[in-house]
């Protein structure tokens, strides 16, 4: 541990229905506690109200993301990666991004921008590591970088960073049976999250210079996490699938020496056409303002869907943007600065996206 030292429409309702019957004494008031989502879904219910009075569509977001046309980096001279992973993007400040792959090798690559790609590389003291997950990466601070990854020799989660000067890395324990995810709620601060024994959510944060122990955070899921949080916010948003294929959200907070989680809330995979999203990949979550997550799934058929999850948990879905959009092989992994949305995923392997595993890039608008 001391390796680390150095670190559709919005409503608002306020309603009241009395239901008088017969003589009888008292009303049914919807309750003060409620939130809009829900008493909208209890108006709904009451009313007996279908269609354009769908609680899921009456809550959803006035905006949503949407991701612009993919483009193969390996187009772009000395940018094109034999990925065998999802990518992870970051952004530690303006005018700086960081992509990170598993390569076919198995090795950690890295890829950043300061105006211009610097080209793929393995950094130093990782090579000869063989991950067997997809990275995740967070930053928790300027010049401050954080990767987590399984490897081959073991079932523990390690973890690769950079304090601002140098490369290290260290065993976080616990025995990962998913990709797992990190995030960084403030300076100084990162909570890993990973599917593990039981196919249960576990959890370890690490604030003050301290790790906590590995906490078990309940469920029963069928994909990695993929979770989110706006800097200086210290609600941490975690998304999996469960193994009923649902979207559920967990809110997590973290402090010095602890994890504390605080169950499980199901999010409506509703789409504008009604229909519900017939999930096929973990989600991938980035945090776009406070209380605004943008999430981002592949259906059963790998086409990419968006929504804003924006404290409500009554989204709606929609498809790509792009109608020319390639099938991919992940769900995307976006970075969130100055404004702008950038994501990565790994495109299918052909010909036509410079050979295999070729990452793809797109620009994103947010609402």
Known sequence: MAAFQRPSRSVALVVALVIIVGGLLGALALRATSTPTARAAERAALLG???????????????????????????????????????????????????????????????????????????????????????????????????????????EIWHFYWDGSGWARQSLGGGGISAPAVVSPAADQLAVFVAGTGSKLYAKSWVRGRWSDWRDLGGELRSAPACAAWSGNDLIQCFVTSTQGWIMRQEVRIGEGFVEGRGYVQVSTRTQGGNDIIIGSAPAATAIGPG???LLVLNAGQNLYTTTWASSDQVVWQPSGDPASPLLNSAPSCAFASGRLDCFARGPDSRMLNGFGDILQSVGSIP
């Open 49 to 155: 109200v279908v269609g354009e009075a769908d609680a899921a569509t009456l809550n959803a977001p006035a905006a949503q993301v949407g991701i612009g046309s993919w483009i193969p980096m390996g187009s772009m001279a000395f940018q094109g990666a034999e990925a065998t992973s999802a990518p992870a993007a970051v952004s530690w400040g303006p005018g700086r991004l960081d992509v990170f792959v598993r390569g076919r090798n198995g090795e950690l690559y890295q890829n950043y921008r300061e105006g211009s790609w610097s080209g793929w590389r393995v950094p130093d003291p990782f090579r000869g590591v063989v991950l067997r997950s997809a990275p995740a990466c967070a930053a928790w601070g300027v010049g401050r970088l954080s990767c987590v990854a399984l490897i081959e020799s073991d079932n």
């Open 292 to 294: 605004r997550i943008a």
